[in-house]
Protein backbone atom coordinates (compact mmCIF):
# COMPACT_ATOMS: atom_id res chain seq x y z
CA UNK A 1 0.00 0.00 0.00
CA UNK A 2 1.80 3.45 -0.92
CA UNK A 3 2.28 6.21 1.58
CA UNK A 4 1.16 9.49 0.61
CA UNK A 5 3.06 12.01 2.35
CA UNK A 6 1.86 15.22 0.39
CA UNK A 7 -0.52 17.63 2.55
CA UNK A 8 -3.81 17.66 0.78
CA UNK A 9 -5.70 21.32 0.71
CA UNK A 10 -8.33 19.55 2.69
CA UNK A 11 -6.29 18.85 5.87
CA UNK A 12 -6.61 21.63 8.58
CA UNK A 13 -3.61 23.23 10.28
CA UNK A 14 -5.19 21.85 13.62
CA UNK A 15 -4.51 18.34 12.51
CA UNK A 16 -0.89 19.25 11.10
CA UNK A 17 -0.20 20.70 14.60
CA UNK A 18 -0.83 18.08 16.40
CA UNK A 19 1.80 15.55 14.37
CA UNK A 20 4.46 18.16 15.53
CA UNK A 21 6.97 17.58 18.08
CA UNK A 22 8.45 19.72 20.37
CA UNK A 23 12.34 20.20 21.60
CA UNK A 24 11.99 18.43 24.65
CA UNK A 25 9.90 15.33 22.95
CA UNK A 26 12.61 15.40 20.36
CA UNK A 27 15.53 14.97 22.68
CA UNK A 28 13.75 11.92 24.22
CA UNK A 29 13.28 10.34 20.37
CA UNK A 30 16.38 11.60 18.79
CA UNK A 31 18.88 8.26 20.23
CA UNK A 32 16.24 6.25 19.50
CA UNK A 33 15.78 7.45 15.74
CA UNK A 34 19.91 7.24 15.27
CA UNK A 35 20.17 4.16 17.10
CA UNK A 36 17.18 2.68 14.49
CA UNK A 37 18.98 4.60 11.44
CA UNK A 38 22.09 2.46 12.68
CA UNK A 39 20.46 -0.65 12.43
CA UNK A 40 18.61 -0.43 9.81
CA UNK A 41 21.86 0.89 7.84
CA UNK A 42 23.39 -2.58 9.24
CA UNK A 43 20.24 -4.95 8.44
CA UNK A 44 20.66 -3.21 4.58
CA UNK A 45 24.37 -4.34 4.31
CA UNK A 46 23.52 -7.83 5.68
CA UNK A 47 20.61 -8.20 3.30
CA UNK A 48 22.27 -7.19 0.69
CA UNK A 49 25.53 -9.39 0.89
CA UNK A 50 22.87 -12.11 1.65
CA UNK A 51 21.45 -11.34 -1.70
CA UNK A 52 24.71 -11.43 -3.99
CA UNK A 53 25.63 -14.69 -2.23
CA UNK A 54 22.63 -15.93 -3.18
CA UNK A 55 22.70 -14.81 -6.76
CA UNK A 56 26.19 -16.05 -7.27
CA UNK A 57 25.18 -19.60 -5.81
CA UNK A 58 22.35 -19.44 -8.25
CA UNK A 59 23.83 -18.11 -11.27
CA UNK A 60 26.72 -20.96 -10.32
CA UNK A 61 24.48 -23.82 -10.56
CA UNK A 62 23.25 -22.89 -13.93
Given at each position: ????N???????PEYISKLSIDAEQWAMLEPL??????SVKRLNQLL???????????LGKV
Open positions: MPHDELKPDIHVRSASNTVETESSTIFV
